[in-house]
Nanobody
């Protein structure tokens, strides 16, 4: 089992930045690939970014590529999502998720992620 708790969401103006954090407990954090997903009101949940166990490989959705950076600190059992140049369309609940199976290349599919946090709201005003 992995317990995940997101933090760092909030209200920000367009063009601003936020850093989301996800603290993990339970199963050894460093054995899990980690992902961020988001769900806007009335829309399906979508992939945002993912990072493999070591932090050496990352993947991004086209919608956030160049504006966001995913990173992890295995000593602190925490994964981060730095988001810059935020747009109103980034408004969503952001979820952290853990995938204990994938070793090398992190998955963009939410079906691969067994553990999920409760989410943190990000609202970007225009």
């Amino acid at each position: 089992q992995v317990q995940l708790v997101e933090s760092g969401g909030g209200l920000v103006q367009a063009g601003g930045s936020l850093r989301l954090s996800c603290a993990a407990s339970g199963r050894t954090f460093s054995t899990c690939a980690m992902g961020w997903f988001r769900q806007a009101l009335g829309k399906e949940r979508e992939f945002v970014a993912a990072i493999n166990r070591s932090g050496g490989r990352t993947r991004y959705a086209d919608s956030v590529k160049g504006r966001s950076t995913i990173s992890r600190d295995n000593a602190k059992n925490t994964v981060y999502l730095q988001m810059n140049s935020l747009k109103p369309e980034d408004t969503a609940v952001y979820y952290c998720a853990a995938d204990p199976s994938t070793v090398y290349y992190p998955s963009v599919s939410e079906q691969r992620y067994n553990y999920w946090g409760q989410g943190t709201q990000v609202t970007v005003s225009s």
